[in-house]
């Protein structure tokens, strides 16, 4: 029930354009619900908006990892497996390194 609180909050957060709530909405959501992929997803999809809008490239580490994450728990993503090949040479430009966040999984 929690977790359902802070994905409401989420929501309306990221309707009022208050992105950055949002994500903090949803990262709280994937502490409570660590192996759901969805929210993980979701996370990542968030992340990638907040790195549109502000061209902070964090964000956009911070989305590939939480999709990395997703795709860890549910395998059979195309869209995000396709987003992941997409953006990970702009995140990580020297294969082999691991990008460093802050956020936690």
Same mark, same amino acid.
């Given at each position: /029930?929690?977790?359902?609180?802070?994905?409401?909050?989420?929501?309306?957060?990221?309707?009022?354009?208050?992105?950055?709530?949002?994500?903090?909405?949803?990262?709280?959501?994937?502490?409570?619900?660590?192996?759901?992929?969805?929210?993980w997803?979701?996370?990542?999809?968030l992340?990638?908006?907040?790195?549109?809008?502000?061209?902070? /490239?964090?964000?956009?580490?911070?989305?590939?990892?939480?999709?990395? /994450?997703?795709?860890?728990?549910?395998?059979?993503?195309? /869209?995000?497996?396709?987003?992941?090949?997409?953006?990970?040479?702009?995140?990580?430009?020297?294969?082999?390194?691991?990008?460093?966040?802050?956020?936690?999984?």
């Amino acid at each position: /029930k929690e977790v359902s609180a802070w994905l409401n909050l989420a929501t309306a957060a990221q309707a009022a354009g208050s992105l950055g709530r949002a994500a903090v909405a949803l990262e709280r959501a994937t502490q409570l619900a660590r192996e759901d992929s969805a929210i993980w997803a979701r996370l990542g999809e968030l992340l990638l908006e907040l790195h549109r809008t502000t061209n902070r /490239k964090e964000f956009l580490v911070q989305a590939v990892v939480a999709w990395e /994450k997703s795709l860890s728990l549910e395998p059979d993503q195309p /869209k995000l497996r396709n987003w992941v090949k997409t953006y990970e040479s702009v995140v990580n430009p020297h294969p082999g390194t691991r990008p460093t966040t802050q956020s936690s999984e």
